[in-house]
């Protein structure tokens, strides 16, 4: 008679445990993403606003935003019982920008987020991706008020290269930024040849 394994004596599964960045301009949504993903109440490194921080802080089209992150978000979602997400919201503005070298050790890769009345902001962090070689997608946070251009429109205005992917997002719910993240990794570990299963449960 044949006796199935008692699930006692299942060894507990390690995950595995993967570090994407969230970056992009000043405004884009960044702490938002992480905190509607995070199974863990978010790190965050948010400061007001203030007014010795004008002339540097540049807050054309985020007028209302009060405060900033001035170091990193972080948060942690569970993909699968073996694959775990650290998420790194790096700082939007340049005055912090000598933290992204520290966040990036170790990153499988990042998600850039875009608002497309202020896509210029999200090129510096695409040329940081692309000078390291650590893939990324670009996630179009869909603000509300904002237009709506095809993809091919914002690919051309970003001059993303065909191998960058391009995704629609909202940065408020969870399983629309769940999903951004599912592709970003299965993006990477593509690009990294490795073998592998999908991500999404």
């Known amino acids: 008679m044949a006796f199935g394994r008692s699930s006692r004596s299942r060894r507990p599964v390690e995950p595995v445990t993967l570090k994407i960045l969230v970056a992009g301009g000043f405004g884009v949504g960044k702490t938002t993403l992480v905190g ?11 400061e007001r606003l203030t007014e010795a921080g004008r002339p540097v802080d540049d807050l054309d089209g985020v007028e209302a935003k009060t405060t900033t992150t001035v170091a990193m978000d972080f948060g942690r979602i569970t993909l699968r ?10 700082p ?16 499988l890769g990042a998600v850039v987020l875009a608002d497309t009345r202020r896509l210029a902001d999200c090129f510096a962090a695409v ?6 070689e650590i893939p990324f997608a670009v996630a179009v946070n869909r603000f509300e008020g904002a237009e709506v251009f095809p993809e ?4 051309a205005a970003l001059d993303l290269d065909p ?3 391009l995704l629609m997002c909202d940065a408020r719910d969870r399983a629309s930024a769940r999903d951004v993240l ?14 592998r299963e999908p991500v999404t449960t």
């Open 92 to 107: 939007g503005q340049d005055r912090f920008w000598f933290l992204w070298d520290e966040l990036a050790q170790g990153a």
């Open 152 to 155: 091919a429109t914002v690919r």
């Open 36 to 46: 509607a993903v995070s199974e863990i109440r978010p790190l965050r490194t948010e």
């Open 182 to 195: 599912v592709a970003v990794v299965e993006h990477a570990l593509a690009r990294a040849d490795r073998p």
């Open 163 to 165: 191998q960058v992917l």
């Open 127 to 132: 040329d940081y991706f692309e000078r390291r």
């Open 81 to 90: 019982e073996d694959l775990v997400l650290y998420l790194f919201g790096t």
